[in-house]
């Protein structure tokens, strides 16, 4: 298989992962029909990659050129739709899917960034914007607080994710290495986080009653 075959792989699974994360989140959050889930489940799912395609200027995104990626967004709305009772049962099953969706699209987004001639900062944020860019637009269409703005590490282990997939071809890592780690990092941050109550570091706001 070659590079961007494994790329875009693993770009798939996280397609899925996350329309099952979206779906079920959809359905924890609101009352929503059959419609309703779908459309949330594939906003989670592409949101972020069409979001990097359009400011890469790969147009239309890659999302509406080829029929795979609704196909399989649609395909995983529906199986948490029809099959939410059992994976209610599972051990926090959006939080699981999350976390697939969240390492793989950081370090593909990334990735393909940089094979669309991005370089190697504008590929980690754009990494970073596809991984959290579906989940944030599906929180606001459910009338949540995004998770990036809640202070847990969300948006962080996804940019650590892509700076190892984009650093480590440059030190002459093979990129499906570097894809893998970046996913592994991302994956362990986003956990730990969860575990142990990890948080991004707050501002202290000061009052005019401190300063007496």
Same mark, same amino acid.
């Given at each position: 298989?070659?590079?961007?075959?494994?790329?875009?792989?693993?770009?798939?699974? @996280?397609?899925?992962?996350?329309? /099952?994360? *979206?779906? =079920? %989140? !959809?359905?924890?959050?609101?009352? #929503?029909?059959?419609?309703? $889930?779908?459309?949330?489940?594939?906003?989670?799912?592409?949101?972020?990659?069409?979001?990097?395609?359009?400011?890469?200027?790969?147009?239309?995104?890659?999302?509406?050129?080829?029929?795979?990626?609704?196909?399989?967004?649609?395909?995983?709305?529906?199986?948490?739709?029809?099959?939410?009772?059992?994976?209610?049962?599972?051990?926090?099953?959006?939080?699981?899917?999350?976390?697939?969706?969240?390492?793989?699209?950081?370090?593909?987004?990334?990735?393909?960034?940089?094979?669309?001639?991005? @370089?190697?900062?504008?590929?980690? /944020?754009? *990494?970073? =914007? %596809? !991984?959290?860019?579906?989940?944030? #637009?599906?929180?606001?269409? $459910?009338?949540?607080?995004?998770?990036?703005?809640?202070?847990?590490?969300?948006?962080?282990?996804?940019?650590?994710?892509?700076?190892?997939?984009?650093?480590?071809?440059?030190?002459?890592?093979?990129?499906?290495?570097?894809?893998?780690?970046?996913?592994?990092?991302?994956?362990?941050?986003?956990?730990?986080?969860?575990?142990?109550?990890?948080?991004?570091?707050?501002?202290?706001?000061?009052?005019?009653?401190?300063?007496?």
């Amino acid at each position: 298989m070659t590079a961007q075959g494994f790329l875009l792989l693993l770009e798939l699974v @996280g397609v899925f992962a996350f329309a /099952l994360d *979206g779906a =079920l %989140t !959809a359905m924890r959050s609101t009352h #929503l029909d059959l419609f309703g $889930v779908v459309a949330l489940g594939i906003v989670t799912a592409v949101g972020g990659g069409i979001m990097r395609d359009v400011l890469l200027g790969e147009l239309p995104p890659a999302t509406f050129r080829v029929w795979y990626y609704l196909a399989i967004a649609t395909g995983g709305a529906l199986v948490a739709f029809w099959g939410h009772r059992l994976l209610s049962r599972m051990s926090r099953p959006i939080f699981v899917f999350d976390t697939v969706g969240l390492s793989l699209f950081a370090v593909t987004g990334a990735q393909l960034a940089v094979d669309a001639g991005a @370089g190697a900062g504008q590929a980690i /944020l754009l *990494g970073g =914007l %596809t !991984a959290v860019g579906g989940g944030t #637009l599906r929180d606001v269409l $459910v009338r949540k607080v995004p998770s990036i703005l809640t202070g847990g590490l969300y948006a962080v282990p996804a940019l650590l994710g892509a700076v190892v997939a984009v650093v480590g071809p440059l030190l002459g890592v093979a990129p499906g290495v570097a894809a893998f780690a970046g996913g592994v990092l991302c994956a362990a941050v986003r956990t730990g986080g969860a575990l142990r109550g990890w948080k991004a570091p707050r501002a202290t706001l000061t009052t005019p009653e401190d300063l007496d």
